[in-house]
């Protein structure tokens, strides 16, 4: 009878499996013999097969999207417009803006501003602004969506709002200036970019990463010697590294007296990069200037550990979490220096604090590991260890789980981490206590 009950249990699975499968395959054929025939311009046709496959599929926005297209091949306007909305909110609930700049390709975007058009046309300026508004999400760059809200905003008699968007267009492409537009709004030459033109160029640089074409623009700011403006440009000065810069700027500010907070930090930065002896100098600098900054004590904690001061960091990490009791990285130094100096049970304490503010990164973990390791509990602490890397491949949780293998006499396994850490972090402190290890094998 149970070997019965246990056949009968495969069987149903198995079905299961095969029904499942059957009813992927034909979601497929739905979409894709529909995208089949939008490409033959069968648009009736391909329109049937999106329709039952966003019924099967009700959150998949790709299907709305390829409906919405068919609805627009077929001058159905409304029904286009109902779908394109579907698919790009479905986008947005999925928090997968990737997959929209994916999905929705260079060319895709020409079916918005064909929706765009249509309604322009029709007189209906709010759905076709609607449109022009998603073609610039999608596509920051385009002329044509700028252009068309210039035009709708000139029809509405919103002069400032046309010109803004006009001279965006023309940003972008310069032949504009030829158009019955450009003449109606009295625009004969490529625009000088006021702040908030120049914002909107900066914040698109900086999102895709080209630090070179932020410095260009910030350098022509019409506010540049606004402190958070300096302060900006500084930061952007370390990372690219250009010391050079970030100390002319840094003389400029010091001179008019307009240091803050934020700029002693930053100096303090550029003294640690440049590996200098003045860091401190500019930190203690910045605690005068204000004693409760969260940033300055956590870099003041940061520096005394680096340092293994760990009493004088402590000082500062209790500073920080009573200032902010959900500092989550005040709650790990605090612990570390705690640790380093034997006193496990109050570093237990916070730790327990710090993973309920976040249980995901590994550190709570690895600094349990390090207390058993301390006290000798290798079993414990290899756990502890093991569930750290599960969580970060961190050069700092494979060095302790060497340390720990060492202790065990598992020399091979230890050496394997030890390199595992040496890859993982360049720093010459950890590559130094990396190397002597090694040696020591």
Not at 44 to 51: A, G, P
Not at 344 to 369: C, H, I, M, P, T
Request: with cysteine; aromatic share 14%.
């Amino acid at each position: 009878m149970k070997k019965k009950q246990y056949f009968l249990i495969i069987a149903i699975f198995f079905l299961s499996c095969v029904f499942q499968k059957v009813a992927q395959a034909s979601f497929l054929y739905e979409i894709n013999g529909g995208i089949e025939d939008f490409s033959k311009s069968d648009f009736e046709k391909s329109k049937d097969y999106f329709l039952d496959y966003t019924k099967s599929n009700p959150n998949d926005e790709e299907g709305f999207f390829w409906l919405g297209k068919a609805y627009l091949k077929l001058n159905q306007n409304n029904l286009a417009k109902e779908n394109f909305k579907k698919a790009y909110e479905l986008s947005i609930l999925d928090k997968n803006f990737e997959k929209i700049h994916n999905s929705f390709e260079k060319g895709d975007t020409e079916d918005y501003f064909d929706m765009a058009s249509a309604y322009f046309e029709e007189g209906k300026y709010s759905d076709a602004d609607y449109y022009a508004d998603m073609i610039i999400k999608i596509n920051p760059k385009s002329s044509s969506a700028y252009f068309l809200k210039a035009k709708i905003a000139q029809i509405k008699g919103e002069k400032e709002k046309a010109v803004e968007m006009f001279n965006y267009a023309v940003i972008y492409n310069n032949q504009l200036l030829n158009t019955n537009l450009a003449k109606e709004l009295g625009i004969n030459e490529i625009p000088k970019m006021n702040k908030k033109m120049y914002m909107n160029f900066i914040q698109e640089a900086y999102l895709e990463g080209d630090i070179e074409k932020v410095l260009y623009f910030l350098k022509d700011y019409p506010e540049k010697n606004n402190p958070d403006i300096q302060n900006f440009l500084l930061d952007l000065y370390l990372k690219t590294q250009n010391f050079q810069e970030f100390d002319n700027l840094y003389r400029l500010v010091f001179l008019n007296r307009q240091e803050n907070t934020t700029t002693l930090l930053l100096k303090a930065k550029e003294e640690k990069l440049k590996n200098k002896k003045d860091e401190i100098i500019f930190l203690k600098r910045a605690y005068n200037m204000n004693f409760n900054n969260k940033k300055t004590l956590y870099a003041l904690g940061n520096y005394y550990l680096n340092k293994s001061d760990f009493k004088n960091a402590q000082k500062y990490f209790e500073n920080l979490i009573n200032i902010n009791d959900e500092f989550y990285e005040g709650y790990i130094g605090l612990s570390f220096s705690l640790i380093k100096q034997g006193n496990f049970d109050l570093a237990s304490k916070y730790l327990r604090k710090a993973n309920q503010l976040n249980s995901k990164s590994g550190e709570v973990e690895f600094l349990l590991g390090l207390i058993c390791f301390e006290n000798n509990e290798l079993n414990e602490a290899k756990d502890y260890s093991n569930q750290a890397i599960l969580k970060s491949q961190n050069a700092y949780y494979y060095l302790l789980l060497a340390k720990i293998q060492l202790k065990e006499n598992n020399n091979d396994i230890a050496r394997e981490n030890l390199l595992k850490a040496q890859k993982l972090n360049n720093s010459s402190l950890i590559q130094k206590e990396i190397k002597e290890l090694l040696e020591k094998i």
